[in-house]
């Protein structure tokens, strides 16, 4: 199968994935890029806006999953802007998210997941919660995704811990970004996994059904 992972980070939702597909993982920052490499070694994995890239390249892939940036969606950081200054700078929600998943719903065939936050906002469009998370795509997802337990951002060993919970190093990262911003944003591992099973589940069933008919 081919695959495309956007805002791909340290690939959280791909770990579980093995290498039996042909996956491109599209990533902005350039440290988390040759991380994701060093890491998935046989994944095409390209340094680009993941935005611009799902446009120009939608076309090439059978499933696409894409996890457009969520602090400006998030309740927790809305909570943080009620209670400070209010001469600090208003932020509008990033409607790339939006953008994505119209997008995808009238111009790709393939199977695809959005994955974000719940927001501090009703939202716009109808998902599927799923723990922390909604999900839009264009298939049934499972009532459960993953048994695991997540990490606490109260947590005073908060890194360290999301370091077991991903079985990642996040400490080895040099980049501009936070260590506890990276380490939030990556999907559980189980979670990827279950969703692209259930992916792999119903085009197995399609190709069943069609070998039938001939």
Known sequence: MRILNLYACLGGNRYKWGDEHEITAVELDPELGRMYQERFPKDKV????AHQYLLDH???FDFIWTSPPC???SRAAFGSRKSIKASHKPLYPDMKLYQEIIFLKHYFDGKYVVENVIPYYDPL??????GRHLY???FNLPSVLSTRKSISME???EVGQWCVFHDYNFRNYKGKQTIQKIARNLVDYE??????????GIEQNL???QIKLF
Do not use: M, Q, Y
Not at 46 to 49: G, L, N, P
Not at 125 to 130: D, F, L, Y
Not at 191 to 200: C, N, Q, S
């Open 46 to 49: 390209i340094v680009a806006d």
């Open 58 to 60: 939608f076309r090439e």
């Open 71 to 73: 602090p400006s969606h």
């Open 125 to 130: 469009i109808p998902a599927k919660k799923r």
């Open 136 to 138: 839009w795509t264009n």
């Open 155 to 157: 947590d005073v060993n």
């Open 191 to 200: 979670a990827g996994k279950t969703i692209l099973d259930t992916v792999l």
């Open 207 to 209: 190709n069943a059904e």
